[in-house]
Nanobody, 124 residues
Framework: VQLQASGGGLVQAGGSLRLSCAVS????????MGWFRQAPGKEREFVAAISWSGGTTYYTDSVKGRFTVSRDNARNTVYLRMINLKPEDTAVYYC??????????????????WGQGTLVTVSS
């Protein structure tokens, strides 16, 4: 299983970006998906998760109301729409996949497959 994240870049505070994560190999619709991020000097943290069908989502408190996770099972792709970005959102963003039967996962150790990361930089 391979995950390819894209869509990162430099944006001013208050701006928006949409990250994409294309998954190849396996059966995408059987994977629960997650987004994590790692800021310089900090540990990787959970951002958002989405269940196999996309019917259930979960967010860390700091991004609720600003980030939206979605997926297109026909395109084997998961998205993270980010609006009203803040400098503290600056990080490398990673997508992750897993076949766990629990629909959502917030712990990075519960994900088997990871993308390479895409850098999001938010300037003040």
């Amino acid at each position: 299983v391979q995950l390819q994240a894209s869509g990162g870049g430099l944006v001013q505070a208050g701006g928006s970006l949409r990250l994409s994560c294309a998954v190849s190999g396996g059966t995408f619709s059987s994977y629960r998906m997650g987004w994590f991020r790692q800021a310089p000097g900090k540990e990787r943290e959970f951002v958002a998760a989405i269940s196999w069908s996309g019917g259930t989502t979960y967010y860390t408190d700091s991004v609720k109301g600003r980030f939206t996770v979605s997926r297109d099972n026909a395109r084997n792709t998961v998205y993270l729409r980010m609006i009203n970005l803040k400098p503290e959102d600056t990080a490398v963003y990673y997508c992750a996949a897993d076949e766990d039967r629990v629909p959502l996962g917030v712990r990075s150790s519960k994900y088997s497959y990871w993308g390479q990361g895409t850098l999001v930089t938010v300037s003040s």
